[in-house]
């Protein structure tokens, strides 16, 4: 039933012009839509995110989205060229803000608003 239906994050932001500003100018996001004060960006395969305002945002400590590349290295390089800062962890396979295991690459960065992105590459 809902594995044919698509899915969509929800992006928490306590200042949303802050978090547009990072989402649009630094990660390069266009809007599609504006809704109760939020707004859509949507992605390749038909998936979007929903930014919205909420005091809330920022409080989990575990990843809210994550984007499947193709080439991780090549992402991290552009995003870092762009003032965008990687979250290092103190794990096994960290090398250069990527992190290798379990089949994949992942890196995880944080929004203005504190919300954890990740990037990831499987590897099969």
């Known amino acids: 039933m809902l594995q044919k239906s698509p899915m969509y994050a929800y992006l928490p ?3 949303m012009a802050r978090a547009r500003r990072f989402y649009e100018a630094t990660l390069g996001f266009q809007p599609k839509s504006e809704l109760s004060g939020g707004v ?19 409080t989990s400590q575990a990843s809210q989205a994550f984007w499947q590349v193709d080439n991780i ?10 003032g965008v800062r990687f979250e290092t962890y103190d794990m096994p396979g960290m090398q250069d803000d990527i992190a290798t295991a379990g089949g994949a690459k992942a890196a995880w960065f944080k929004d203005t608003e504190g919300n954890i992105l ?7």
């Open 13 to 15: 932001a306590k200042d």
């Open 40 to 58: 859509t960006y949507e992605f390749a395969g038909g998936t979007a995110c929903f930014l919205y305002p909420t005091p809330h945002a920022g």
């Open 73 to 82: 290295e090549r992402e991290v390089a552009e995003l870092k060229a762009k």
């Open 118 to 124: 990740a990037l990831v590459q499987p590897l099969s």
